[in-house]
């Protein structure tokens, strides 16, 4: 009985709480982790260091640091660690099951008083006519001694207990609940590690635009200086050039450290030591949103989806804790058994055997068995009613994320045609500056317009990718499909 208690004791902490906080993470990444991939509330940021860093450069594709995320995730670590402990208090609720065997023996010198057990002069003057003559002459001795030699096997087995059966029942159900535990953890860490590595991405983009205006800023510069040193421009242009140059070098600065602390935050998810060089083998991907029925969705979210699964079998497990409550008040049927032998020197050895059943009925406990069985039944009651929540906010989260992946394409089709525009107005205005028609101050503006173009690109794309993540998220498919919902190399 003690063991049953402390079994339906975890059982509560293994379903009740440690899931709860899985679930809250289980349909997508909040906003906040996504603008801030580092932040410490994120319980899925850490990670186990793999290798010390070296000078070689690793390349590194997007399947390589999920595959990395799943060797070193700190979060899946423990999740891991929860599901084998769970296995573990399986097999100790087997053992219940079966015979318990213990085979026990020892040999050892026992020295006896035997005025201090009740044998004093007069009461062994009885019994010496029952000792050898040489006994007898030479006088019986207070103190005495023997070599005690025994070997005993103990046999215990339950037959029949209502809490054991269904504390057994409730640790394989709480077994199933640490496995979806689990593989929510592996979809968390896919979503969390494919977010900083398309952010990397994305960093890295903008240091090519950044530097490529750079570029073109550096070669207006230098036309606005020979247009004034023919006397065909005035030093205002040149000094307008000159601005635009340097504001683009500060630019390319804040693209550069932006890049190098997201690249940080992608060696800390997967376990790559902060000054190991990466090369991100991997360009940003793109694919056309694959446009599919709301029902099509939810369906594969209820089929798929760890966290709902995961509810599901701590319904089942608090079910049967609540039924393990309310068999305490069944007998409890047990054999307990044992045969030894015991050899003592001079005497010879002897068998001792006992064979005993035995039937445990509880009489009055009704306060604390009916105290029992209602903790188990509001446990089960609540965990019925966070999975009706459940199912609603999948629905939701279903909704919110085939719109929001739908807004998001089609941000990036205008930020596409945007680019376009802007790269189409510079290159009309530089035909004008050459030709004499402008100075740079339309020239700039027109460079300002292209520059925060291809950023919002970039954002833009990186944004859909989320959207598309999320999506592959709340329906349950991150961990097989985000390849196909992000799109091939």
């Known amino acids: 009985m003690n063991w049953t208690k402390q079994t339906l004791a975890m059982v509560f902490c293994a379903t009740f709480g440690a899931s709860v906080g899985m679930i809250a993470v289980a349909g997508s990444t909040s906003a906040a982790a996504q603008q801030n991939p580092g932040s410490q509330q994120n319980p899925f940021y850490g990670s186990m260091t793999a290798h010390p860093a070296t000078d070689a450069v690793l390349p590194l594709s997007l399947d ?78 207070l103190i005495t001694k023997a070599d005690v030699t025994n070997g005993q096997v103990n046999y215990d087995q339950t037959l029949y207990s209502g809490p054991v059966i269904n504390g057994y029942k409730a640790i394989r159900a709480a077994q199933q609940v640490a496995h979806f535990q689990k593989m929510t953890a592996r979809g968390e860490v896919v979503q969390q590690v494919a977010t900083a590595y398309l952010r990397v991405i994305a960093a890295a983009s903008d240091v090519d635009n950044a530097r490529a205006l750079l570029e073109a800023d550096r070669v207006l510069e230098q036309q606005a200086e020979a247009r004034h040193s023919a006397g065909t421009a005035a030093k205002l242009d040149v000094l307008r050039a000159q601005v635009e140059l340097q504001q683009q070098e500060q630019r390319l600065l804040a693209s550069q450290n932006a890049r190098d602390k997201a690249e940080i935050l992608l060696k800390r998810e997967i376990g790559i030591a902060p000054g190991q060089p990466v090369q991100l083998t991997d360009p940003a991907p793109y694919s056309d949103l694959i446009e599919r029925s709301e029902q099509e969705l939810l369906a594969s979210a209820y089929q798929n989806r760890q966290d709902y699964q995961n509810l599901t079998a701590q319904a089942k497990a608090n079910y049967y804790v609540l039924k393990a409550r309310q068999s305490e008040r069944l007998p409890t049927l047990s054999f307990s058994g044992n045969y030894g032998v015991t050899s003592v020197s001079g005497v010879g050895a002897h068998g001792t055997m006992m064979a005993m059943g035995k039937l445990q009925v509880p009489i009055f406990r009704e306060a604390s068995l009916r105290g029992e069985a209602d903790v188990a039944r509001a446990q089960l009651d609540g965990v019925e009613h966070q999975l009706a929540d459940l199912r609603a906010n999948i629905v939701a989260q279903v909704r919110t994320a085939q719109m929001d992946a739908r807004a998001a394409q089609k941000l990036l089709e205008v930020a596409r045609s945007n680019v376009d525009l802007a790269r189409q107005a510079l290159a009309d205005e530089a035909d004008r500056y050459k030709a004499g028609v402008d100075d740079t101050l339309p020239l700039v503006r027109a460079q300002a317009t292209l520059a925060s173009a291809e950023s919002n690109l970039v954002q833009s794309l990186y944004q859909y990718n989320l959207a598309k993540l999320a999506l592959a998220r709340s329906t349950g498919v991150i961990e097989q499909q985000y390849r196909d919902y992000l799109g091939e190399k």
């Open 64 to 141: 390589d640091a999920v595959r990395r995320g799943f060797q070193t995730n700190l979060g899946l670590k423990e999740a891991e660690a929860g599901e084998t402990s769970l296995h573990g208090e399986e097999m100790e609720a087997l053992q219940e099951f079966l015979p318990t065997i213990t085979v026990s023996g020892g040999t050892g010198v026992h020295e006896y008083d035997l005025a201090a057990l009740g044998f004093g002069p007069s009461v062994i003057r009885k019994f010496s006519a029952f000792f050898p003559p040489q006994t007898r002459a030479g006088g019986i001795s």
